[in-house]
T-cell receptor, first 116, second 113 residues
Framework: GAVVSQHPSWVICKSGTSVKIECRSLDFQATTMFWYRQFPKQSLMLMATSNEGSKATYEQGVEKDKFLINHASLTLSTLTVTSAHPEDSSFYIC????????????FGPGTRLLVL | GNSVTQMEGPVTLSEEAFLTINCTYT??????LFWYVQYPGEGLQLLLK?????DKGSNKGFEATYRKETTSFHLEKGSVQVSDSAVYFC????????????FGKGMKLTVNP
């Protein structure tokens, strides 16, 4: 099946620094990718939709200046957490739909971020 | 709005036990419904889906039926295996405009030999 990778798988950083997370579709092209955030014992919350060639679409309540998204190519989207703070610590997951209709989404393994 | 409510775990079962994970939803219209599974150290994978009322999705011995009258999509398996240990997420795909997945909180299942 299709594969989506994320890098890094986990990262620890100091408060105030920025962290970049990459999401790659390894064997298919994706004009759209999705970024989710998951808190412990919570469901995945959609943060934004990454669109190749245009600006990302952010969900209500998500700060676009805090979470910068760049869909650099048809196989790569990046999420940059700027000036990270401890409350940004979370599990970040990306997905990419393959095929018509977008119902079949392939998920990355996630990136765990810990901000000290 | 759109939301998914599912059983919260964690749940521990013995091998060959019967499994039911309840899932109900609230949505505008008739969304497609999904069960995703996340094995340890891996990304979410689609387990099964149903796109309209009374449809039954099935895969790897798991089944779920789209019940419009009860707005439910309960996951069942008659005999679980150790390899079924994972986190299970119920989800719906919103309709109209940009389609998005809305997830339940997930339920961690551990199956002991």
């Amino acid at each position: 099946g299709a594969v989506v990778s994320q890098h890094p798988s986990w990262v620890i950083c100091k408060s105030g620094t920025s962290v970049k997370i990459e999401c790659r579709s390894l064997d298919f092209q994706a004009t759209t990718m999705f970024w989710y955030r998951q808190f412990p014992k919570q469901s995945l919350m959609l943060m934004a939709t990454s669109n190749e060639g245009s600006k990302a679409t952010y969900e209500q309540g998500v700060e676009k200046d805090k979470f910068l998204i760049n869909h650099a190519s048809l196989t790569l989207s990046t999420l940059t957490v700027t000036s990270a703070h401890p409350e940004d610590s979370s599990f970040y997951i990306c997905s990419a739909p393959k095929g018509v209709g977008g119902e079949t989404q392939y998920f990355g393994p996630g990136t765990r971020l810990l901000v000290l | 709005g759109n939301s998914v409510t599912q059983m919260e775990g964690p749940v521990t079962l013995s091998e060959e036990a019967f499994l039911t994970i309840n899932c109900t939803y609230t949505a505008t219209g008739y969304p497609s419904l999904f069960w995703y599974v996340q094995y340890p150290g891996e990304g979410l994978q689609l387990l099964l889906k149903a796109t309209k009322a009374d449809d039954k999705g099935s895969n790897k011995g798991f089944e779920a039926t789209y019940r419009k009258e009860t707005t439910s999509f309960h996951l069942e398996k008659g005999s679980v295996q150790v390899s079924d240990s994972a986190v299970y997420f119920c989800a719906l795909l919103t309709q109209g405009g940009s389609e998005k997945l809305v997830f339940g909180k997930g339920m961690k299942l551990t199956v002991n030999p």
